[in-house]
Nanobody
Framework: QVQLVESGGGSVQAGGSLRLSCAAYGYTSSTYCMGWFRQAPGKEREGVAGLYTDGSSTWYADSVKGRFTISQDNSKNTMSLQMNSLKSEDTAMYYC???????????????????WGQGTQVTVSS
């Protein structure tokens, strides 16, 4: 059983940076993709970024391209999201997720993802 635990959220002013981390515990070699999602109050959860766990590809929502970078450290079983040039519209609860399906790649939809962390809050003030 794999468990995901996010950390690194907080409050920051617009233009600032934050780095989120997702630690995976348990049997992780069965995952194909890892991703970051977010949900703002009153809005649906949306995909932010994802990657193949074999390191072959990453993908991003248009709204964060050029500002956010997703990465992983397989030796530490962690995934990170470096968020720069933050905007007030980035305010949300951020979740990491894992997919055990090989068709998860290049997609920001939640469907392929079956394992979720508890979330970490990011608040950007303007």
């Amino acid at each position: 059983q794999v468990q995901l635990v996010e950390s690194g959220g907080g409050s920051v002013q617009a233009g600032g940076s934050l780095r989120l981390s997702c630690a995976a515990y348990g049997y992780t070699s069965s995952t194909y993709c890892m991703g970051w999602f977010r949900q703002a109050p009153g809005k649906e959860r949306e995909g932010v970024a994802g990657l193949y766990t074999d390191g072959s590809s990453t993908w991003y929502a248009d709204s964060v391209k050029g500002r956010f970078t997703i990465s992983q450290d397989n030796s530490k079983n962690t995934m990170s999201l470096q968020m720069n040039s933050l905007k007030s519209e980035d305010t949300a609860m951020y979740y990491c997720a894992a997919s055990f399906r090989p068709d998860c790649g290049g997609r920001l939809a939640m469907g392929p993802y079956r394992l979720w962390g508890q979330g970490t809050q990011v608040t950007v003030s303007s």
